[in-house]
């Protein structure tokens, strides 16, 4: 059984940072291309940053970029994002999601993880 599952979200003041992690099971993690995702109240998902399967590789969103860094460690089977510098526009549910074929098509989801900003 698959299982992604996020956490480090919580409340934090703008210009604050928080670290998301991503526990990976039941996949070969090193295997997958990973990304971050978000969705605030009344939009839709949208994507934060991605990391290739041997983190040599990172793409950031215009609007995250410089503020926020994606990184996996294959050892522990853990995707995280730091997220520095936080904006109250930052506020979302953050999803992390594997992409086995690199294909930007990804084939599992975690449940999320609330992160709110507060001006």
């Known amino acids: 059984q698959v299982q992604l599952v996020e956490s480090g979200g919580g409340l934090v003041q703008a210009g604050g940072s928080l670290r998301l992690s991503c526990a990976a099971s039941?996949?070969?993690?090193?295997?997958?291309?990973m990304g971050w995702f978000r969705q605030a109240p009344g939009k839709e998902r949208e994507f934060v940053a991605r990391?290739?399967?041997?983190?040599?590789?990172?793409i950031y969103a215009n609007s995250v970029k410089g503020r926020f860094t994606i990184s996996r460690d294959n050892a522990k089977n853990t995707l995280y994002l730091r997220m520095n510098s936080l904006k109250p526009e930052d506020t979302a549910v953050y999803y992390c999601?594997?992409?086995?074929?690199?294909?930007?098509?990804?084939?599992?989801w975690g449940q999320g993880t609330q992160v709110t900003v507060s001006s």
């Open positions: 990391i290739s399967w041997s983190g040599s590789s990172t």
């Open positions: 999601a594997a992409d086995r074929t690199t294909n930007g098509v990804y084939d599992y």
């Open positions: 039941g996949i070969t993690f090193r295997n997958y291309d």
